[in-house]
């Protein structure tokens, strides 16, 4: 080999070293960045909530809710929750069944936001890490801090949608290792699976909760 | 002073709940909804006593808790955890957690100073949980069908083995005699309401706004208990329940 072929040679390996040197630095701060981004979600969203909660006094009942249901629209993956709650039964719907399931569904997602969202703010949240599961989840861990003080320091878990091309969207809340939407799923279930596999006991029993919900509420 | 008979009694009650937990079956998934749960029709039967005893003497007795100065419920708190320390510091033993045994049995020993009422080591390390159904579990014994027992809750009976084991490490376990005596029949009662004076609003959420409070109940039982056995699992092996999410 000619001393110019070896020179070529080595500078085509520290072009590659460079290269690959570069693209790790990169992914590594893309990965990060979505980390980051993950982690403004929860604040943002916790940050809304505040703002929401101080103009109690001059928001009414009705207004209140709208802003609620906007902020659940824009921070949560409402459809991806509405499926999941279904487990496998969703597939074997018929899509009357499913379009019923989600409108219920969803009454009472946003019929009981307020009182979730107003649990939610009885806790100061200090993310303490986010990790990347995959290429589609992500997980804000953190520590909430009961403003009362009656509850203990607990450890929370958001979890996050995090999908190429799609805004990310919390999809669970997990609070002392009990998964909201993992319990929703498994309650769900259980309520079809007592009921012969009829998905539509289960539509009817979320009416009538809902119904339930909005008679509490006088609406 | 431990009375032999209280020692016979204790000893066949962890006896006959190892019994159970060496005749327990495996479960058949980990969806905690299709979990080995084959006495269910009598286990809502006495899930339903449950929430009756909780309508008329659990949630009032903890309504009328939380209305008491904060200094109260918090000595209360502090008292159950201290309790629960011998049974943390024995179990992380027999698992081979030292540090968290050492943790725990400082904490018993200091905070038994003030009978566990005052927090002498408040913003110090806390010890994890730990408890003899956890020891089984580490030891390779089965989980086991899922029990709802009078006024214990549902459980794996693996767990309500380790409940019994457990009860005898509770330092309560020990006193049989005169004032002692007196406070030990009133230990059960008092956490009881303490626990539940805690975790008030969560308890009522799954009591009043379940579609299905036993389901609810259970789902949460076993995230919690898988929370606690999971410790040295990988995030990937934590969150495949959420793989479907994304189908």
Partial sequence: MTRDMMAQTRRGFLCLAAALFISTGWVQNASADRLATAEDLVGKLIGELRAIDELRDSLSATERKEKLATIMQTYFDVDGITRFTAGRYWRATSKEQRQTYSEVFRGILLSEASNRFEQILTFSFTPTKAQARGDKLILVTGIAKDNSGQIPDTEIIWRISARAGKPMQIIDLEIENISMLKTQQDENTALIKRNGGNFSALIEAMRSRLDTINSQMGN | ?247
Avoid at chain 2, 164 to 172: A, E, H, S
Avoid at chain 2, 179 to 200: K, Q, V
Wanted: charged fraction near 20%; glycine fraction near 6%; hydrophobic fraction near 40%.
């Fill in chain 2, 1 to 247: 002073m431990i009375k032999p008979d209280h020692r016979i009694k204790t000893a066949m009650l962890a006896g006959i709940a190892v019994f159970m937990a060496g005749c327990a079956s495996t479960p058949d998934s980990s969806d905690s909804a299709a979990r080995s749960d084959p006495y269910e029709s009598v286990n809502r039967s006495v899930f339903a006593f449950n929430l009756a005893v909780d309508d008329y003497a659990l949630e009032p007795a903890a309504k009328a808790l939380r209305k008491s100065p904060d200094a109260v419920q918090t000595g209360l708190r502090n008292h159950v955890d201290w309790a629960a320390m011998p049974k943390t510091a024995v179990n992380s033993a027999l698992q081979g957690k030292g540090e968290n045994a050492v943790i725990a049995t400082l904490n018993f020993a200091i905070n038994s100073l003030t009978f566990g009422f005052v927090d002498l080591l408040e913003g110090e390390e806390r010890p994890a949980s730990e408890d003899f159904g956890q020891t089984l579990a580490s030891a390779g014994a089965e989980e086991g069908p899922y029990i709802v027992a009078p006024l214990l809750g549902g459980q794996t009976t693996r767990a309500l083995a380790g409940w019994g084991v457990d009860f005898i490490l509770n330092p309560y376990g020990q006193l049989t005699q005169g004032i002692p005596a007196d406070l030990s029949n009133a230990s059960i009662p008092i956490s009881a309401t303490s626990i539940r004076a805690t975790y008030f609003d969560a308890i009522n959420d799954v009591k009043y706004n379940s579609l299905d409070p036993y389901a609810r109940a259970r789902s949460a039982y076993y995230q919690q208990r898988d929370g606690l056995l999971r410790n040295n699992l990988s995030i990937d092996e934590t969150n495949s329940d959420f793989d479907s999410f994304f189908e």
